[in-house]
């Protein structure tokens, strides 16, 4: 698989670490071109600005802040044509607890109001530090709408995790995905570790 990663942060670099080991083939994108290719040389892979990058992946992983994600789609609007995974969840903190905002969509139903292409969303629960050690034994959850979208996230899921991709449901369901953040980074708070998913029950 050809993936496109938009941006250089945590999630972003731990991300095309285990892509790279899986085999594929990453380019990571950046506002900073420069930037982009620094990070790319650490890993083996390749750095670009980020409409270069968006314009050259089978999968296009959107791992911007949260603040800035629908901002960056839509300026990339013109060069997206394959499908948007989108990585991003927006939190709140109040005394030191993390909370969900109260808003009407997720991150993920807002950018796929903003673009033309299918978008999926997915990969929530998995913590950068661990996921740049190794593939965590944890199941990646992923949600969407679009057939196609969704099976190439669900593999991408695949490669990074020990556990399970599960289909967490339709596009919809990103809220939910996206408040388990807050969940997960509240429990890491409270028990002094890095926590990740696994469902019981499934054949």
């Known amino acids: 698989m050809k993936v496109a990663i938009l941006g250089t942060g945590k999630f972003g670099r731990a991300l095309a670490i285990r892509l790279l080991e899986a085999g594929d083939e ?21 750095g670009e600005r980020n409409e270069v990058a968006a314009a050259s992946g089978d999968l ?22 394959a499908p948007v995974l989108s990585v991003a ?9 993390a909370r969900p905002p109260v808003l009407p969509k997720s991150v993920a139903e807002r950018i796929s109001e903003a673009v033309a292409v299918p978008v999926a969303a997915g990969l929530h629960t998995l913590a950068a530090r661990r996921l740049a050690r190794s593939r965590p034994e944890e199941d990646a959850f992923v949600c969407g709408g679009h057939h ?28 939910a995905l996206e408040a388990m953040t807050a969940v997960l980074l509240n429990l890491n708070r409270d028990y002094k570790t890095h926590t990740g998913l696994r469902v019981t029950g499934l054949p």
């Open 26 to 46: 990453v380019v990571i994108g950046s506002r900073d071109e420069e930037r982009a290719r620094e990070i790319a040389a650490e890993h083996g892979g390749r």
């Open 60 to 81: 296009i992983v959107l791992a911007v802040p949260a603040g800035v994600a629908v901002p960056t789609v839509v300026a990339l609007r013109p060069v997206l044509s």
């Open 89 to 97: 969840a927006e939190i709140e903190f109040a005394a030191g607890t």
């Open 148 to 175: 196609e979208a969704k099976a190439l996230a669900l593999e991408l899921a695949q490669r990074v995790v020990g556990g399970r991709a599960l289909d967490a449901g339709p596009l919809q369901a990103a809220r």
